[in-house]
């Protein structure tokens, strides 16, 4: 009786670890930093400015095509900056 417990118990562990390996998966899949605090003191937007665009900065690093995202020279550590964004930094010097 106890090793039936014992081995139904250990089966239930299983199935939860199995369940649970494509969340696992997907959390560790998620390579895509944000940079909030850097993204607040500069007050990025996701929206552009009065014609004013990350695309059109200087400072913008951009992604693989024009429909993906790219980095930022300003904000370190952020490879989730749209090239449609804005932020105070904003740069054509
Ligand atoms: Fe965009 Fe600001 Fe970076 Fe320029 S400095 S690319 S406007 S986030």
Redesign the pocket.
């Known amino acids: 009786m106890t090793a039936n417990l014992t081995r139904r118990k250990l089966c239930q562990s299983a199935g939860v670890a199995l369940m649970m390996l494509p969340v696992i998966t997907v959390c560790t899949d998620a390579s895509a930093k944000t940079n909030l605090s850097m993204r607040e003191k500069?007050k990025?937007q996701s929206q552009p400015k009065e014609g004013?665009?990350?695309a059109a900065?200087l400072?913008?690093l951009p992604g693989s095509s024009d429909q993906s995202v790219g980095g930022?020279?300003?904000?370190p550590e952020d490879d989730e900056?749209s090239a449609r964004?804005?932020?105070v930094?904003?740069?054509t010097m």
């Open positions: 500069l990025y004013m665009s990350c900065c400072e913008y930022c020279k300003v904000i900056i964004a804005y932020c930094a904003w740069n």
